[in-house]
């Protein structure tokens, strides 16, 4: 490619990211003032959701392994942008809206090392056994935090700075967007869903397999604990409780649901679990039955998911020119 | 430019290969023919390092590589097309070529060779290629390890499940990946058409080598003809 269309699609670009943010602040400010706080906190939620099942896609959807706990890297990542906010605020400055973006950043990198450090069984175990351990890792990063006394222990921490908001949380949201859409469509990409579908082929093509298992492991961790990092700066609150298995359930649940090994899925998966049981809130305690009935209804009509492997426009074909 | 050298190798407790002596010289095409279970796919496996052997050395331009992983092995030029093709069925058959390419830095005129050698490929390229016939798959196989630019090919019965038809066309462009000038060891059912192609052989019996010689030979060979042609 030449220099100066190279400067072009940069600037195009630039200029792209540019109105994506100002349209993201813009509505922002509209749901400030106009929407009921009870549907902004829904749709807050919504994506949240979205990048725990984009960043869970990654490892169940793409590189076919099985992860039980997702909910354990979020929590690390909650727990240690908080503790720099709260517990041990350097300053004035991880109480800023940049410094609490710093925090969670950091709360990111740190779960990406406990990513890494789950990914290395990952190496010799599969399906339900890798699970089992992952669930088990989630387990006792929970019961880690209940007993460290400094962090709140079963009462949880309070006093978070309300720092993340719409605008942050979908930020973050298309940014991890991005970041899996491009990996998936880049050599290491293509090596990573290698795997699901034949170990060995990929490992007689060259693929360093332990590697790119580990490195899965470690990016989906990175931007669990970033959902983490905005859960706790927009809560306000976090304890154990909210870190427990039904959590990572969920989020195996929306990835399934939208559909294994697509982001459009992923998202989609997140909203339907997420604005579902709010919106059977009519039925009072029924929901509790009627949602997963719902769901057993929708893996009986789509046992591939939602969407199955494709992405959402791939059912809208276009139109031959 | 291979040559392996009393190779022991197995799964678990049960051993394969016993003390197997192989080589194929540079530009060749050498076929290793054998009864089922005679160890032939374990042999290619042990070559691409996806098992270990126990005793022996693997030497590949002089150097031994038993102790490299798989892809350092495909890095120095080897590729293998495993039995039953393991092609990534969830991935287009575009993306299968881009895995197989995965250790080079791959050109479109990369892939033009590869849709030449196979023009079907080039019309699926956007199909999933778990939905292409057995046939096309074994092509695709053959493409995406070509993408790796070996000097080296490891072939593990190409001919598997395919129509006479097919198994001709395949048969032939292994001759021309091999008049390119690309070594190529393949393991064959198919006898017959294995030694037609290829300069040398080797009948492998419950993981020893029962012959050697030029094809010519094995296919004169009385004792073989009854053997492995069934005649
Ligand atoms: N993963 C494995 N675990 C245990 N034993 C194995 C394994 N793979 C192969 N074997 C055994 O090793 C022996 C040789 O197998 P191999 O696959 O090398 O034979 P082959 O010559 O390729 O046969 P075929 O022509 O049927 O493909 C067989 O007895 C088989 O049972
Ligand atoms: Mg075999």
Request: glycine share 10%; charged share 15%.
């Amino acid at each position: 490619m030449s220099a100066p269309s190279q400067n072009a699609g940069f600037l195009k670009q630039a200029t792209i990211t540019a109105v994506f943010i100002a349209v993201l602040w813009g509505v922002d400010q509209l749901l400030q003032i106009g929407l009921n706080p009870y549907y902004v906190r829904v749709v807050v939620n919504c994506g949240i959701a979205a990048i725990l099942a984009l960043s869970l896609n990654l490892i169940n959807g793409c590189a076919g392994q099985f992860s039980l706990g997702h909910a354990g890297f979020m929590a690390v990542g909650a727990y240690v942008s908080a503790t720099l906010t709260t517990v041990y605020p350097a300053g004035e400055f991880f109480q800023s809206p940049l410094g609490v973006g710093v925090a969670i950043t950091i709360g990111g990198i740190v779960a990406a090392l406990a990513g890494y450090l789950v990914g290395l069984p990952s190496l010799r175990l599969k399906g339900d056994y890798l699970a089992i351990v992952t669930l088990g890792f989630s387990e006792m990063i929970r019961v880690c935090f209940l007993n460290i006394p400094a962090v709140g222990g079963a009462r949880g921490m309070n006093g978070i700075p309300v720092h993340s908001s719409f605008f942050w949380v979908y930020l973050w949201a298309a940014l991890a967007w991005v970041f899996f859409w491009r990996l998936l469509r880049s050599g290491r990409g293509r090596a990573i869903l290698a795997l699901r579908d034949d170990e060995t082929a990929a490992e007689a093509m060259g693929v360093e397999v332990s590697h790119f298992k580990v490195v899965s492991f470690s990016l989906s961790s990175a931007f669990a604990g970033i959902a983490g990092g905005l859960f706790a700066h927009y809560q306000g609150f976090i304890d154990p409780q909210s870190f427990d298995f039904s959590r990572s359930v969920l989020v195996v649940i929306m990835v399934v649901l939208g559909g294994m090994g697509s982001l459009s899925g992923a998202v989609l998966g997140a909203v339907v679990v997420t604005v579902l049981p709010e919106s059977l809130r009519v039925f009072e305690s029924y929901r509790l039955i009627i949602f997963p009935l719902v769901l057993i209804l929708m893996m009986l009509l789509r046992p591939k998911g939602i969407l199955g492997h494709r992405e959402i426009w791939e059912f809208f074909p276009r139109r031959a020119k | 430019m291979l040559r392996l050298e009393g190779i022991e190798a197995g799964y678990g407790r049960c051993a394969v290969l016993r003390g197997l002596n192989l080589e194929v010289g540079k530009g060749e095409t050498v076929a290793l023919v054998g009864a089922n279970g005679a160890g032939k796919t374990t042999v290619l496996r042990t070559i691409s390092a996806l098992i270990r052997p126990r005793a022996g050395r693997v030497l590949f331009d002089g150097k031994d590589i038993s102790h490299l992983k798989p892809h350092e092995i495909v890095c120095r030029g080897l590729s293998h097309v495993p039995e039953r093709r393991g092609i990534f069925a969830n991935l287009t058959v575009y993306e299968n070529l881009v895995v197989g390419g995965y250790t080079q830095r791959l050109t479109s005129k990369d892939f033009e060779e590869v849709y030449t050698l196979f023009p079907v490929l080039r019309e699926r390229a956007k199909q999933s290629a778990g939905t292409l016939s057995g046939g096309e798959q074994q092509m695709l196989a053959i493409s995406r390890a070509l993408l790796s630019r070996p000097k080296l090919l490891l072939l593990d019965e190409p001919s598997l499940g395919l129509a006479p038809l097919v198994t001709k066309k395949i048969f032939e462009t292994i001759q021309r990946i091999s008049s390119q000038g690309t070594t190529v060891l393949l393991v064959e059912q198919n006898a017959h058409a294995a030694l037609k192609i290829s300069q040398r052989a080797y009948v492998l019996e419950v993981g020893e080598v029962r012959f050697a010689g030029s094809s010519k030979e094995l296919q004169a060979n009385d004792e073989i003809r009854r053997a492995y042609l069934g005649e």
